[in-house]
């Protein structure tokens, strides 16, 4: 590769005229160079703009502890990743498939859509496409050979029932809920049945009131005690009741309904495992896809945590641990230099 710069700034400064600030390499990623031109043309479009933007950030001005621009120095970080990851598939035996590209292409699609549906009428530029779509597919190879797309396989019947003697304590008592709907003119004597105690099923045997089931099967809606809330008004959402406790109007396609819901609190201590089965499920596999994104994410920020990874200090140094380009220090400005120079042009040193 071409040679970096290793001098310190204020260095920098001293031999510029030696034509070290004419080095065309802005970094260099495991012997692969990512030169200055392709940080320009990409911290030039309205994306590298529009995410500074979003974040705060921008133009930096000549404070301490920047210079350059924040620009420049998010492009370069955007690019160094891209290309440690695409090294890190290869360096491990792997290969980026005609599927990684596929799933690049398709994610693509999907955030220009995205872009599209917020209101915004600028497409992605042709250099941002690009870097997406190796980004992606360097991600999506990496996720593959992490084993990332297993998370979404079935527990055995194994796995289900080690969970739960193992989580058994965890299953409180059951809490089930059902409800039904009687015409307006019903209402008073379906509140009449269910002062006195009568469950659904008894209201629902009464042919007089004229009573309909809130659960699309006729049985009763059962979760876990921590679950009472949300999950079960959901569920009563999707079967067409209104999202509330107690009484109220639906509807209906012959007039107006009244819905009773009517929680009751039973069930043993712990559950039998069928009733919970469902919920096991869930459990397991979030877990293990919580535990396969955590291995993810270790495995491709490891692609960047190497001494390989060099970076001119015109635009600052290269944090392994977090993998980002942090801003160099700024340089002092001659008396001759303007009061309120362009943050952009503090990047180029003029040869003396």
Known sequence: MKRLLALPLAALLFTASCGIAEDDTAASVFGKDISVKEVDELARTDFVKSRLESTGAGLVSSTNGTTGSESRRFALNLLVQTVAMEEAVERRGG??????????????????????????????????????????????????????????????????????EEHADEFGEVTCVDGFAVPEAQAGAAQVAVDRGDDVS???????????SLSQTGEEVCVGPEEIAEPVLAELVNTGAIGVWGTGSLEG???????????????????????????????IQEAAAAELQADLTEYIASSWDSPDIEIDPRYGSWDREVGNVLAPPTPRLSAKASATPSSEDLLTIPAS
């Open 95 to 164: 290969e980026i498939t005609s599927e990684d590209l596929a799933t690049a292409d398709d994610a693509l699609e999907a955030a220009e859509q995205q872009a599209q549906q917020a209101g915004s009428s600028e497409s992605l530029e042709p250099t941002v496409k690009a870097l997406f779509r190796r980004n992606v597919a360097a991600e999506s190879a990496l996720r593959r050979m992490n084993g990332a797309d297993e998370s979404g396989a079935a527990p055995s019947d194994a796995d289900i029932e080690a969970y739960f």
């Open 202 to 212: 008894a209201v629902l045997a009464d042919s007089a009131l004229g009573a309909q």
């Open 253 to 283: 396609p012959t007039g107006m309904l009244t819905v009773f819901v009517l929680p009751s609190f039973r069930g043993p201590a712990t559950p039998e495992l069928p009733s919970i089965r469902a919920q096991i499920e869930t459990a």
